[in-house]
């Protein structure tokens, strides 16, 4: 699964900007499933038919947090507006890419105190000399992601966007070992989960669902002085309780741990106090759809080294596999 991991937490995509990413899922996954579909806000949704079952959406964000350019200067230097949860202590130093390619550095203005670093001190370094070279490479409104490539750390892996690839990997993964069942899968890669679960919102409209499970990363409490939380890299999947935008489906969640119980899987209980998932919005479409997630324990979000464990992965994705070919009972 590394390859595909590395293939997925590659590519560019930003919010609102996912058609590069959406073009390698769409490659990766239509050999496993009956029908690929985009929908009006550009949702990528892989169908697996049924013979009779229930309706289940499963839901991982493609976009990725970024930057967007709002104004370039005399000198070739871009200024930029945060797309979703960018930290500017995180960007100093960093590369950043657009989707044409274009790497980018991240500068800063002459700062005396640290407390004074914000987000309106930074900008974009592409090289360029002057407005008009900036201006043939980016154009004010282009969207650029973290760059960095994948580190394999062993059984550990480090990149930008594990947050979500690592589910949208997670849910190919599913499709690609899925044999036995009856349900109607709809394997849903949504957009601009960053600024908003926006594409959940609409996708789950549209389908319907019996059910909704979202897979994303969650917080560990693992490092030194971290968050107090008790989920630990290397300990299995995470079964959501609790996050801002959501409290899990109580049935739901009950079939879960049931279900990772019986398989032997490695699990262990979320509650995470900051955050949320496209399985709060599921959650509340139409008169109110049962909703769940699976998370996969991951340090240094939206940072450009969100670090997992593929045994956490690993036991996601028979998690996810385990449940859509069990009656679904919640
Ligand atoms: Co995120
Ligand atoms: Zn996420």
Not at 313 to 323: F, H, M, Y
């Amino acid at each position: 699964m590394k390859e595909l991991i590395k293939k997925l937490v590659e590519t560019h995509g930003p919010s609102g900007s996912e058609e590069s990413i959406q073009a390698v899922i769409r490659q990766e996954i239509k050999g496993f499933v009956d029908e690929v579909r985009v929908d009006a806000l550009g949702n990528l949704i892989a169908i697996k038919k049924g013979r009779g079952g229930k309706k289940v959406m499963l839901a991982a964000h493609m976009d990725e947090i970024g930057l967007m350019v709002t104004h370039i200067d005399d000198k070739g230097f871009l200024r930029f507006a945060q797309i979703g949860g960018v930290s500017p202590f995180i960007l100093l130093g960093q590369r950043v890419v657009f989707a044409n390619g274009i790497v980018g550095v991240i500068g800063s203005e002459k700062i005396d105190d640290i407390k004074d670093l914000r987000m309106e001190k930074l900008f974009i370094d592409i090289g360029a000399i002057d407005r008009p070279s900036a201006e043939a490479k980016v154009k004010v409104g282009d969207s650029a992601g973290y760059w960095r490539p994948l580190d394999d750390l062993g059984n550990r892996l480090v990149a930008k966007s594990m947050d979500d690839r690592i589910g949208c990997g997670t849910l190919i993964e599913a499709a690609r070992r899925l044999k036995n069942t009856d349900h109607e899968v709809y394997f849903v890669f949504t957009v601009q989960e960053e600024v908003g679960t926006r594409g959940a919102r609409t996708a789950a409209f549209g389908l319907s669902p019996d059910l909704g499970i979202a897979v994303d990363v969650t917080r560990t409490g693992d490092t030194p002085k971290s968050i107090t939380m008790e989920v630990a890299l290397g300990k299995g999947a995470a079964i959501k309780v609790k996050d801002s935008g959501i409290i899990g489906h109580p049935g739901v969640k009950k079939m879960l741990v049931e279900t990772a119980r019986q398989a032997g899987i490695p699990y262990q209980m979320e509650v995470l106090e900051q955050g949320g998932t496209d399985a709060g919005p599921i959650q509340l479409t139409r008169e109110g759809i049962p909703a769940g997630v699976i998370s996969i324990p991951t340090r240094y979000i939206h940072s450009p080294s969100e670090m997992v464990d593929l045994g956490d992965v690993e036991a996601a994705v028979n998690l996810l596999v385990k449940v859509l070919e069990s009656e679904l009972a919640f």
